[in-house]
């Protein structure tokens, strides 16, 4: 009896070995791709744009987190302002001085032109007078001089009205840069995706240039794979491919085939097969 029961013991392990073997050498025998197929392994990517500040400064405010969408032209982070604020005021108030300078300028001219005319008419009833010998030489010599006086006073006066434009121009172009900073400093997505990373926290202080977020184009997605030398030559640009993920291998994704590298180069190391992927 009891060698009965040991023989069927050991025949139903020589049944499961037997079956064990088999799906084993199944699993791990890959089909042969058709002619003209080739495959290979890749990471699925996306093109990523660094939403940055870009002059230096502090974080005042960052309003999403990572994973949320974000649209075109949505403000999603804010660096402080104060200190550009601050400037701006100035540039108001040395805007006001120098178009208060021009209306200055502008009175001293017609003063002075008010007194060349006074002049050019002083000089004639003084040459009048000298043609009849009633007043000296020397006083039209004195009565000229003054014309000449008042036109080089018109002059200088016309001058520092030019003067006061400049500055009113200055002082505009001043204020049209602070105002550009101070919008700039609200940090936009040029893209509608969603947000990959959060680098920065509000009350951080970056250089010109410090990352804030990291948003990936959901519209713009790739996989870059390496294929050896005698796979290379049946692919084609613009060839249909599709690409099966780990996670949902029964989903099959379409797409196609946009660059082909003109020059051999060697696989990179994060390019791993699927059992090195799963460690």
């Given at each position: 009896?009891?060698?009965?029961?040991?023989?069927?013991?050991?025949?139903?392990?020589?049944?499961?070995?037997?079956?064990?073997?088999?799906?084993?050498?199944?699993?791990?025998?890959?089909?042969?791709?058709?002619?003209?197929?080739?495959?290979?392994?890749?990471?699925?990517?996306a093109t990523e744009y660094d939403i940055a500040t870009k002059r230096a400064g502090r974080v005042a405010e960052v309003l999403v987190r990572e994973g949320d969408m974000v649209e075109a032209g949505q403000t999603l982070a804010g660096m402080d302002t104060e200190n550009l604020e601050?400037?701006?005021?100035?540039?108001?108030a040395q805007l006001r001085e120098a178009r208060e300078g021009?209306?200055?300028?502008?009175?001293?001219?017609?003063?002075?032109?008010s007194e060349l005319v006074y002049a050019n008419a002083?000089?004639?009833?003084?040459?009048?007078?000298?043609k009849k010998g009633h007043i000296s030489r020397e006083q039209v010599d004195q009565h000229r001089t003054a014309k000449l006086t008042g036109e080089a006073a018109l002059k200088a006066a016309r001058v520092q009205v030019v003067q006061?434009?400049?500055?009113?121009?200055?002082?505009?172009?001043?204020?049209?840069?602070?105002?550009?900073?101070?919008?700039?400093?609200?940090?936009?997505?040029?893209?509608?995706?969603?947000?990959?990373?959060?680098?920065?926290?509000?009350?951080e202080v970056l250089g010109a240039g410090g990352k804030v977020l990291t948003v990936i184009d959901l519209t713009d997605v790739y996989m870059t794979i390496f294929l050896p030398t005698s796979k290379v030559g049946r692919v084609r640009l613009g060839s249909d491919?599709?690409?099966?993920?780990?996670?949902?291998?029964?989903?099959?994704?379409?797409?196609?085939?946009?660059?082909?590298?003109?020059?051999?180069?060697?696989?990179?190391?994060q390019v791993e097969t699927r059992t090195e992927r799963e460690k």
């Open positions: 009896m009891k060698m009965t029961v040991k023989r069927a013991l050991i025949g139903v392990l020589l049944i499961l070995a037997v079956v064990t073997g088999g799906l084993l050498w199944q699993y791990s025998q890959v089909p042969d791709l058709p002619a003209g197929i080739a495959s290979g392994n890749g990471r699925i990517e601050a400037q701006l005021r100035e540039a108001e021009k209306n200055y300028a502008e009175a001293i001219v017609a003063q002075r032109e002083d000089l004639e009833r003084t040459l009048e007078l000298a006061a434009e400049a500055a009113i121009d200055a002082a505009l172009a001043r204020i049209e840069r602070l105002k550009f900073e101070i919008d700039d400093s609200a940090l936009k997505s040029p893209i509608p995706g969603r947000v990959l990373y959060r680098l920065a926290e509000p009350g491919s599709r690409i099966k993920i780990d996670a949902v291998p029964e989903y099959t994704i379409p797409a196609k085939v946009s660059f082909i590298a003109a020059r051999a180069q060697f696989t990179p190391k």
